[in-house]
Nanobody
Framework: QVQFVESGGGLVHPGGFLRLSCEAS????????MAWYRQAPGKQRELVAG???????RVEGAVKGRFTISRDNAKNTMYLQMNSLKPEDTAVYYC???????WGRGTQVTVSS
């Protein structure tokens, strides 16, 4: 069973940046498509960005040009570099694989002045 631990969230001013990390347990991380998701208060969880085992990325429209997804298979870790943050980026951010495993606790990102 794979478990995920997200970290790196916090409170940041608009225009600021954060780098999220997702550490996976087990030794199958390198074989899976991985993705970042977020869930804002009162909204459904939505896909933010995904990355193949080989490093090909896809970033969704709302964050394209501001967020970058990457992974280090040797460290069983995935990252989300978030630049030019906006208040509408405020959410709990989660990571998961495809097919999905049990969800972790996520990490809270709050963008506010």
């Amino acid at each position: 069973q794979v478990q995920f631990v997200e970290s790196g969230g916090g409170l940041v001013h608009p225009g600021g940046f954060l780098r999220l990390s997702c550490e996976a347990s087990g030794n199958i991380f390198s074989m899976y498509y991985m993705a970042w998701y977020r869930q804002a208060p009162g909204k459904q969880r939505e896909l933010v960005a995904g990355i193949t085992p080989g490093g090909t990325t896809r970033v969704e429209g709302a964050v394209k040009g501001r967020f970058t997804i990457s992974r280090d298979n040797a460290k069983n870790t995935m990252y989300l570099q978030m630049n030019s943050l906006k208040p509408e980026d405020t959410a709990v951010y989660y990571c998961n694989g495809d097919p999905p495993f049990p969800w972790g606790r996520g990490t809270q990102v709050t963008v506010s002045s």
